[in-house]
């Protein structure tokens, strides 16, 4: 699979700028992308998706083991012709509060990883030729990543790319392209982040291919896949969900939440309930009013209800009949936003009420990676399991645990909420580390009692 890594030295140097330029130019030239995301992040990858036309996966060993890195890779990269890799933070910059391995799930260790070439993204805007001894170290800091040309980004003048290019010619680091600063062409960011692609719709979809349109004058698409079809071959198989899980009989259907509210999710959820028997069937909880017929389990992941929390409240019918299915013991596994979905209230809109918690925005951003263990039986995992995740959000919920806690990590109290078959935390999960949960989840779902399928039929 040919293959890159986009880097950049720090963050917010434009690497999901040019990314999905890069992503967008490439598949309007008739290719298939395959678009991925170092680290746990959900929003970019929303991003890559509407370029490429194929979701975006992530890659991030914290969340799903460093074996199943290059596997989770070819299984996202089926039936492409070439696949692009947005990088996290700076191209060394690692998780050190989990790990004593320096670097550790940085963008340099997923590049050496994949054997990948990496193309660094150069915030130029405040410099000349330092340019040179910045891509010079950043070329030969590590041996074992191989630094295989440079995007200029934010380039202000003619002269101003002339100066640039003639001192890199002295680092010997190719130039694939220079970007010149477009003040009116980003993606709007608030309290998390960028805004997700789907909640912006068609307007989204412009900035998008006007990115693609950007990096397709800009850069040396050619020189770029010249680059990518240097990446040595893997060796391995392609991750299987069905090789993960235990399949039920009787396909239980498992709604999905989704639509604007709720898009945080990895795809490789879904592919395990599949895989595991599930019909699996997405819902909008701002526009479906009631549960697919024979709904036995429910998933709500991540996403931005708090923005939503008005049309969310006054969905009363949907609202009901996800109490009910909690009421007659249907599983519901809930991340973040599902965990502010089922509270009494949040932002003082009625919410389900299936969990005894009122949850509220908080100026406080809570984020980083998790270490933990389950306290309580779940339709999710028996107690004692340990699981890795991540937080990521700025609303609290009030208690934070209930009395059957569903988590505790590090020296902190315990967290979440199991209640019946529901399980409510604010740990973001990637299925495919712990493939278990999905196996354990359906085989609720298929077992569920003839009166949790009878309100939905």
């Known amino acids: 699979m040919p293959r890159i890594v986009v880097a950049a030295p720090s963050s917010n140097a434009g690497k999901t700028s040019i990314t999905t330029g890069l992503i967008a130019a490439l598949t309007s030239r008739g290719l298939t992308v395959s678009p991925h995301k170092v680290g746990p992040d959900y929003i970019d990858p929303g991003y890559h998706g509407l370029a490429a036309g194929r979701p975006g996966r992530n890659l991030d060993p914290w969340l799903v083991g460093d074996e199943r890195i290059t596997p989770l890779f070819l299984h996202g990269s089926r039936g492409a012709d070439v696949a692009v890799v947005e990088g996290v933070m700076g191209l060394f910059d690692g998780a050190a509060h989990v790990s004593v391995e320096p670097g550790y799930g940085s963008t340099a260790q997923l590049a050496t990883h994949l054997r990948a070439p990496v193309v660094l993204v150069v915030d130029a805007a405040s410099q000349a030729r330092s340019v040179a001894a910045l891509v010079h170290g950043f070329a030969t800091f590590d041996p074992s990543v191989r630094i295989g040309g440079v995007v200029l980004n934010r380039v202000g003048t003619d002269r101003h790319e002339a100066i640039l290019r003639e001192a890199l010619g002295a680092a010997g680091v190719p130039v694939l392209g220079a970007v010149r600063r477009i003040e009116d062409l980003h993606t709007p960011s608030r309290h998390l982040g960028l805004v997700p692609a789907a909640e912006r719709s068609a307007e989204a979809l412009r900035t998008v291919r006007a990115l693609g349109a950007v990096v397709e004058a800009s850069v040396d698409l050619d020189a770029v896949l010249r680059l990518a079809r240097t990446a040595p071959d893997l ?22 939440a989704g639509g604007p509210a709720f898009t945080f999710g990895y795809a490789e959820t879904a592919e395990l309930l599949s895989a595991a028997g599930a019909e699996v069937v997405t819902i909008d909880p701002l526009r479906d009013s009631t549960l697919p017929e024979g709904t036995a389990a429910l998933v709500v992941g991540g996403g931005f209800p708090e923005l939503h929390a008005g049309a969310l409240s006054a969905n009363i019918g949907l609202r009901t009949a996800i109490a009910d299915l909690a009421a007659r013991g249907g599983s519901i596994a809930a991340e973040c936003a599902g965990l502010l979905y089922l509270s009494r209230e949040l932002d003082g809109e009625p919410m389900c009420g299936v969990l005894p918690t009122t949850t509220a925005m908080h100026p406080r951003l809570t984020l980083g990676y998790r ?40 020296a902190d109290g315990p967290e979440g909420f199991v209640t019946g078959n529901v399980h409510a935390s604010y740990l973001h999960l990637n299925w495919a580390g712990s493939p278990t949960m999905a196996s354990r989840f359906v085989a609720a779902a298929a077992h569920a009692r003839p009166e949790v399928l009878s309100a939905h039929r």
């Open 235 to 256: 060796t391995g198989d392609a991750w299987d969900p069905a090789a993960e899980v235990t399949a039920v009989a009787g396909r239980p259907v498992v709604a999905v």
């Open 371 to 410: 270490s933990a263990v389950a306290l309580t039986d779940s339709a999710l995992a028996p107690a004692g399991t340990r699981v890795r995740g991540h937080e990521f959000h700025r609303t609290t919920a009030s208690p934070a645990a209930g009395a059957t806690p569903a988590w505790q990590w590090n």
